[in-house]
């Protein structure tokens, strides 16, 4: 077969290839497999095939070895979405053939593909979100009357109470939201990821232009704030927070506004909100405010002994259980520390 199993971690222009194609997110950069495999031991495993010295198909994949969870490959740990890179359909049925093949030699149990699976036809959905898109123009007063009234009214209402906002790159703004979103992930019962992701993001990702901080204070007291990964022409919202106490500034609201301007101004076209879960009406109805026709994602999972793809038989575990919820933010992060990359 002629796909080759890559880590893209050891290639100095991968994300010049990536720029070849339309359909490369930042989920498939250089910086993102570092953050994962530093942090949580994976070991990335990219399924490619190059026609011409150009890549054709992409499937990223990494490899998890868990007593708990068993063995697996993902694509991709912790990531929203990874559509495959898909130039040809025929490329793209060899390689699935050789995926599957390199699954059994090492023994994964099940394959999970986070997005379109672009060469193997099924019904077997294993999960599905929403994925809201702002569409980022030139002119922001055209993109802020896209917005629902209620938006409007929020952002507005933030910026009369003296809602200030920080766009940062530097280390201490990723401390500084490590804080908030601890304090925030405390509330909703599911522990932090661990301080070493958070450094990881600034060491490939922040400090390399890849990443904003958008942090929002009210008389010095940071009470929102949120993280914003970039490539391309396109961002991706992959981190909020804010404290409850300061709710009714609205603040969250005025950083998603600022991000959205920054991001505009610098010629970024489409701003991703990320998945979210369909049961969350909460968060559904705050994203349709932004974006209002969300479009869906689906997940897949191939069981390796069953040779096939297969639906959701019950529901998965979760790291959101009342003892975080009352347990010191110090033991929620360190159990998050040990916890999270059995997850995936």
């Not at 009357?145 to 209620?150: R, Y």
């Not at 007291?221 to 970039?230: D, E, N, P, R």
Request: aromatic content about 14%.
């Amino acid at each position: 077969m002629r796909y080759k199993v890559l880590n893209p971690v050891n290639i100095e222009n991968w994300d010049d290839l990536l720029l070849q194609h339309p359909d490369a997110t930042f989920f498939h950069t250089q910086c993102w497999a570092k953050v994962l495999s530093e942090t949580y031991g994976y070991e990335p495993k990219y399924f490619s095939i190059f026609n011409n010295d150009e890549l054709s198909f992409l499937l990223p994949m990494m490899g998890i070895k868990s007593i708990f969870t068993g063995r697996r490959g993902v694509s991709l740990p912790f990531t929203d979405f990874v559509r495959p890179i898909v130039s040809c359909k025929e490329d793209a049925q060899e390689l699935w053939e050789g995926l599957v093949e390199y699954a059994k030699k090492s023994r994964w149990q099940h394959i999970d593909l986070r997005g379109d699976i672009g060469f193997e036809a099924t019904e077997s959905t294993y999960d599905s979100f929403y994925q809201h898109d702002v569409e980022l123009v030139d002119d922001t007063d055209q993109i802020f009357t896209g917005f629902s009234v209620n938006n409007q009214r929020n952002i507005k209402k933030a910026i009369r109470e003296g809602v200030e906002i920080e766009i940062r790159h530097d280390m201490e703004s990723i401390d500084e939201f490590y804080i908030l979103n601890s304090i925030t992930r405390k509330r909703h019962g599911i522990p932090s990821q661990p301080y070493m992701f958070f450094a990881n993001l600034y060491k490939y990702i922040n400090s390399e232009g890849k990443g904003i901080v958008v942090l929002a204070k009210k008389n010095g007291k940071i009470v929102a704030g949120a993280i914003y990964l970039l490539f391309g022409k396109s961002a991706i919202y992959k981190y909020g927070g804010s404290t409850k106490e300061e709710r009714h500034l609205r603040a969250n609201n005025l950083v998603m506004w600022e991000a959205i301007k920054w991001l505009a101004k610098g010629n970024y076209k489409i701003l991703s909100l990320g998945r979210t879960e369909k049961d969350h009406a909460g968060l559904v109805r705050y994203k349709d405010g932004w974006a209002p026709e969300p479009k869906t994602i689906n997940y897949y999972r191939y069981s390796i002994r069953d040779n096939a793809f297969i639906s959701k038989r019950k529901a998965s575990g979760s790291l959101n259980v009342s003892f975080f919820k009352v347990a010191p933010v110090a033991v929620s992060n360190f159990l998050g520390g040990v916890l999270y990359r059995h997850v995936g």
